[in-house]
């Protein structure tokens, strides 16, 4: 509430393992895989640093602004050479890559700050991806049960505004 109150901001994920790097994560236009994932930190089923105490869904209004989408085929090539870019400079600095292993996507985070890294002068404000989460949805299928598009914001000016969103009884209850 005090978020949404304009009290306080939200705190930016600064994890090794943040898949789409550092930054504010919003599932987009899914209030319903938040408050799952709410749900699962607060009975300790979903790692999170710190555990929440009562699960609630905050909903955001984001201006993309200059997006990295990775549902974008020029997105990608960008992320493809800076792989290329942040392996020449790792072997040479003689170190080692990071690896992606499970749910630690400590690769996928390296490259994505790399970007970011590299490209100071014209920052990202935000990352954008689908997200294949979950269980195949049936015998075969490339579709998980909880697939999502995520959006990282690397800046936090491209938040425009918090509601609550609809029904709220059930995203959050508390009230």
């Given at each position: 509430?005090?978020?949404?109150?304009?009290?306080?901001?939200?705190?930016?994920?600064?994890?090794?393992?943040?898949?789409?790097?550092?930054?504010?994560?919003?599932w987009?236009?899914?209030?319903?895989?938040?408050?799952?994932?709410a749900?699962?930190?607060?009975?300790?089923?979903?790692?999170?640093?710190?555990?929440?105490?009562?699960?609630?869904?905050?909903?955001?209004?984001?201006?993309?602004?200059?997006?990295?989408n990775?549902?974008?085929?020029?997105?990608?090539?960008?992320?493809?050479?800076?792989y290329?870019?942040?392996?020449?400079?790792?072997?040479?600095?003689?170190?080692?890559?990071?690896?992606n292993?499970?749910?630690?996507?400590?690769?996928?985070?390296?490259?994505?700050?790399?970007?970011?890294?590299?490209?100071?002068?014209k920052?990202?404000?935000?990352?954008?991806?689908?997200?294949?989460?979950?269980?195949?949805?049936?015998?075969?299928?490339?579709?998980?049960s909880?697939?999502?598009?995520?959006?990282?914001?690397?800046?936090?000016e491209?938040?425009?505004?918090?509601?609550?969103?609809?029904?709220?009884?059930?995203?959050?209850?508390?009230l």
């Amino acid at each position: 509430m005090r978020v949404l109150n304009g009290e306080d901001n939200l705190l930016p994920s600064q994890n090794t393992w943040d898949w789409l790097g550092h930054g504010i994560y919003f599932w987009e236009q899914n209030p319903t895989r938040a408050w799952e994932y709410a749900l699962e930190c607060a009975e300790g089923n979903q790692y999170n640093k710190t555990r929440i105490k009562e699960p609630f869904v905050l909903g955001a209004i984001i201006d993309l602004g200059r997006c990295l989408n990775l549902v974008d085929s020029d997105s990608l090539k960008i992320v493809g050479a800076a792989y290329k870019g942040l392996k020449q400079l790792t072997e040479e600095a003689g170190e080692k890559m990071p690896v992606n292993k499970g749910d630690n996507r400590s690769l996928d985070c390296a490259v994505i700050q790399y970007i970011h890294k590299s490209n100071s002068e014209k920052k990202y404000d935000t990352v954008r991806c689908a997200f294949p989460e979950g269980r195949e949805l049936f015998a075969g299928s490339k579709i998980s049960s909880r697939l999502h598009l995520q959006i990282c914001v690397t800046n936090p000016e491209s938040i425009v505004g918090f509601f609550l969103p609809r029904p709220i009884n059930k995203f959050n209850p508390i009230l």
